[in-house]
């Protein structure tokens, strides 16, 4: 499970998250949702210890994050984008990774025959298309048979065939126990494999439930209509606000 509870952070005067808590079902894929800049990904790299939040706690795995690494070591991380060193190799990485971890065991093999990076792995990085960049990312992020995943965007730069692989491979890993989280902006994505939905809104949790408890609540048909509904009250509660205050 991730506990997170009154997180704060900001950067300078920008107030990006503003006092989330939330539980995160182990063994479930929850997705994500906000307009951009709303703090989805400030949000993952807390999580991830990638940014210092300014208070709250955060538990993944029993762990408090911010008192012990060990979570670590069982959570696996898809960026965005992967930024992987322009002059390795797929193959390099793995190594570098296995040894750095004193690894015995990875899912290496069938994640390049997962992926179809059989002809990819000894190429350097630099000579890579973004979406078979992508794809190693994502085999780095789930090498070690994680029992976290976090990923922002992990289907943005896929073809449709392999997004549907993996997909079906998230699907299993939640079978099979993992918890995994994931940010989206394709609401069919969020509506195809996601148990649990958090949307965010200008650095606060504006919903938290199942995508079905949100159409059913809205009387929709799609995730996306629920969610333009969602929008469209809070703009409308805001100019509300400013005439009372200018008044």
């Known amino acids: ?15 990006i998250l503003k006092d989330i808590s939330a539980q995160i079902s182990p063994g479930a894929i929850t997705a ?24 709250g706690e955060v538990f993944i795995s029993g762990h408090n ?23 390795l190799s797929i193959e390099d990485m793995v190594s570098m990774l296995m040894e750095l971890r004193d690894a015995t065991y990875s899912r290496y093999d069938d994640l390049v025959a997962l992926l179809h990076l059989e002809g990819q792995i000894q190429k350097k990085s630099s000579s890579l298309s973004g979406g078979t960049r992508q794809k190693a990312g994502l085999l780095l992020g789930m090498l070690f048979h994680p029992s976290v995943l976090i990923l922002d965007e992990p289907l943005s730069y896929l073809d449709p065939a392999t997004s549907v692989v993996v997909k079906e491979e998230l699907l299993r890993m939640k079978e099979n126990g993992c918890t995994v989280l994931l940010s989206s902006h394709n609401m069919h994505e969020i509506e195809e494999i996601a148990g649990q939905l958090i949307y965010i809104l200008e650095g606060r949790i504006h ?40 008044a």
């Open 207 to 246: 919903f938290s439930g199942s995508p079905v408890q949100l159409m059913e609540h809205h009387g929709t048909a799609t995730l996306e209509s629920a969610l333009s509904h969602v929008l469209k009250n809070h703009y409308e509660s805001n100019r509300q606000n400013l005439k009372i205050y200018r």
């Open 32 to 55: 994500i949702a906000g307009p951009n800049g709303s703090g989805k990904t400030t949000l993952m790299k807390c999580l991830l210890g990638l940014l210092r939040y300014d208070s």
């Open 65 to 87: 994050i911010s008192l012990s690494s060990a979570y670590k070591k069982e959570t696996g991380y898809v960026p965005q984008q992967s930024a992987l060193p322009a002059n």
């Open 1 to 15: 499970m991730i506990a997170i509870s009154h997180l704060n952070k900001s950067f300078g005067k920008n107030h």
